[in-house]
């Protein structure tokens, strides 16, 4: 595994390292002590598997509020997506800014969000399926979320027609959620 910090602060992409023979691959997906010696070791408590089935499809910009707030650390199994991330941590000198990495069956890659991050990803391929550990469980009156195409975050998505839950079509807006929150999550 090779952990590079990405420019938000917090933030790690882990370059996953397949052992290749005419068989295929062998990769180590997890490892405690190597995450722990990079500063990401975490007690996980969940981890969920999504299966979205078709490209440009949406989902989020989800956030669970303290006390539930999640670290999250991702990859994408089969297809590929664009995986997106908000710094919505009050303080913090990112606040309100977002990042992006495309993570792929094909590149092998992994994020490792932390906790007081908005999350979402837009599918690339007809057959996207994405796996991740959280480190809280999922608590529904906890989540809030924010508008895929807010006018503050600007985020650029690879669609301008996506398909979205209808929980997803209801979302607040940035200056919303900074109203609301009172300049971010204080974790």
């Known amino acids: ?8 602060k917090g933030v790690y992409e882990i370059q996953l390292q397949p052992h290749l023979d005419p068989r ?13 010696e990079a500063g990401l070791g975490r007690h996980w408590v969940q981890e969920n598997h999504s299966r979205s089935e078709r490209a440009g499809i949406i989902r989020g910009l989800h956030i669970q509020m303290p006390p539930y707030s999640e670290t999250k650390m991702l990859r994408c199994i089969q297809g590929s997506i664009i995986d997106y991330f908000v710094d919505l941590r009050k303080g913090s000198p990112t606040y309100g800014q977002w990042d992006s990495i495309e993570l792929s069956a094909e590149n092998k890659k992994m994020i490792f969000i932390p906790r ?22 999922y608590v529904p009156e906890s989540e809030r979320a924010i ?3 807010d006018p503050t975050l600007n985020i650029e998505w690879p669609t301008d027609n996506p398909q979205l839950s209808d929980k997803d079509l209801r979302n607040m807006t940035f200056k919303e959620f900074d109203e ?3 300049g971010g999550v204080v974790l």
């Open 147 to 149: 508008i895929w195409n």
């Open 116 to 137: 007081g991050f908005a999350h979402a990803f837009c599918t690339l391929s007809e057959i996207s399926e994405v796996t991740y550990k959280v480190d809280n469980p």
């Open 24 to 36: 295929g691959f062998f990769m180590r997906i997890f490892d405690e002590k190597i995450l722990e």
């Open 1 to 8: 595994m090779k952990i590079t910090e990405r420019k938000l």
């Open 180 to 182: 609301l929150t009172g």
